[in-house]
Every structure is written in C-alpha cells, then in structure tokens.
C-alpha cells in the first residue's frame, strides 16, 4: 500500500480561513482508493479541531471529480482466501467514516464539482453541507449497470433530493447533467466553469467572515432536527437556541447590529 502520508494524492492550501482540499490522482479519476479514503479521513478529522480552519472547500483536478471506489482494487481483493469479504467491509465502513467526518465537521464544507462525480463520488458530492459545479459536470450512481447497487451512495443520495429523484438516478444509473442535478437539489448551483472557482471561494470567504461557533452550532443542529418528530425538533432548537443565545458571539452580533457597528467575534 502507498504511503498514507503522500501528499501529492491530496493538496492543501489555506487561505484566510478556508482550508482547500484538492483531490489529485487524476491517473485513478481521483478514485476514493485506500490512500484517498485514508487520506481524507486523517485531513478532516484534523480540519475539525483547528480553529484556523473556518471553511473547507473540496475541489478536484482533471476531469472527474471523482470516479467513486477504485474497481481495480475492489477487483484485486477477491484473490482472498474469503473472496474479498473482509476487504469490502473495511472499504465501506472506512468510506462511510469519511462521509460522516464531512457531516459531523463542524466546519462547513462546500464540494466544487468541475468534472464527473459518479458512484461514491457523487456520494461525497450529496455529503458536502453545499456543493458549486460547473455547467459542464455530470453526475451519476452507476452501479446498477455493473451489478453493484449504490445502496451506500444512496444514504447521502436521499437526504439530499425526493425519494422519486433520487430512485431515477440509482434504478436508471443515468448521468445527469450539471442543470438537473441543481433542479433536484443536488447541487446549489451550477455556474460557467471559468467562473467556478472564483464563486466557490467567494462563498467560502463570505461564510469564514461569520463566527465559527455559530456556524458550528447551526450545522450541527441542522443534521440534529432533520431526523427528528416535529415536536422534538422544535424542542431540541428551542434549547439550542437559548443555548446559543447565552454565548458571547451572540450578544456580540445583536449588540454590535443594534449600535450599528461591524462585530467582532470570538468564535465563543
């Protein structure tokens, strides 16, 4: 196995806040391999609890943003005496990790798509709290056409659009265009790809510019109420909001809106 500690495979950049993540095994269609899986796992657990880190921006060079699992690994693992068996449930359980370590991050992470997201790829697309793509991205969960059935791509699939759009892509395993997948919410938009960038940063700045306490309070109670009865969820905000209401950078933000005046935060 590669060394996991190879940083060509995965760039960083940080910039005023925002921590830039580049996917870069462009030989692989930055393919979620062990050193990627690995690799994203170790980048945003340690993003998590850095409070230089903001905002997070995964973005990807070459043409796929990301072709999903590496077939050809998933493929080299049934020579096992067990067919693969262990192999594939320490893949699955290690990509889903990743995925929830995106969810739970209590910094925001926006997904800029500029080519291909297919099959867990798209997955990590769905999982990112909001997603730019190019015009000329496509997106897809094919795994009906190989025998596999996105059922893990299907978790974020379906918290991200209806039941009925997101049955289309997995039972059909059609590609879908950059326009379609903003209609059914997969995507929040989809900008000229010379433009794509640019956009991405300026809304990772914008959010940068906010407290990372309050942002991390509404992300996690975002994900927190969603799954909730509605009486629950309106308890359970409730006391995040008085909670919320109690920390400095709120009676900073509602002092310095009231004197109008720019605030100054804390992130406390």
Same mark, same amino acid.
């Given at each position: ?11 960083? #950049? ?21 050193? =990627? ?13 850095? +409070? ?10 070459? +043409? ?10 998933? $493929?080299?693992?049934? $020579? ?17 990790? /990743? ?8 910094? +925001? ?8 997201? $297919? ?29 596999? &059935? ?17 049955? #289309? ?37 914008? =959010? ?8 991390? /309070?509404?992300?996690?109670? &975002?994900?927190?109420?969603? $799954? ?34 720019? +605030? ?5």
């Amino acid at each position: 196995m590669e060394n996991p500690n190879n940083s060509e495979t995965l760039l960083q #950049e940080m910039s005023d806040g925002v921590l830039r993540l580049t996917l870069n095994d462009q030989k692989r269609r930055n393919a979620l391999s062990e050193i =990627m899986l690995t690799q994203l796992a170790n980048v945003f657990s340690e993003a998590a609890l850095d +409070p230089s880190v903001r905002v997070i921006v995964l973005a990807a060079n070459g +043409p796929a943003f990301c072709a999903g699992h590496d077939l050809k690994e998933i $493929t080299g693992a049934r $020579t096992a005496a067990d067919g693969g068996q262990a192999y594939f449930k320490q893949l699955f359980e290690t990509c889903a990790s /990743v995925m929830q370590l995106i969810v739970n991050n209590p910094k +925001p992470v926006i997904a800029e798509v500029a080519g291909v997201a $297919t099959a867990a790829g798209c997955q990590l697309v769905a999982s990112c709290d909001l997603a730019l793509a190019a015009d000329t991205a496509r997106f897809a969960t094919p795994g009906v056409n190989i025998g596999l &059935f996105c059922s893990t791509p299907m978790v974020a699939l379906s918290r991200n659009v209806s039941n009925k759009h997101a049955m #289309e892509m997995l039972l059909t395993g059609d590609m879908i265009s950059a326009e379609r997948a903003e209609q059914i919410g997969l995507i929040n938009r989809a900008v000229s790809a010379d433009e794509l960038t640019e956009q991405t940063m300026a809304l990772a700045m914008k =959010m940068a510019s906010k407290s990372s306490m309050t942002l991390a /309070v509404g992300k996690r109670a &975002f994900y927190q109420q969603a $799954t909730k009865p509605l009486a629950d969820a309106y308890s359970y905000t409730s006391q995040v909001m008085v909670d919320n209401m109690l920390a400095h950078d709120a009676e900073e933000g509602i002092g310095a809106f009231v004197e109008k005046r720019a +605030p100054v935060w804390q992130d406390k």
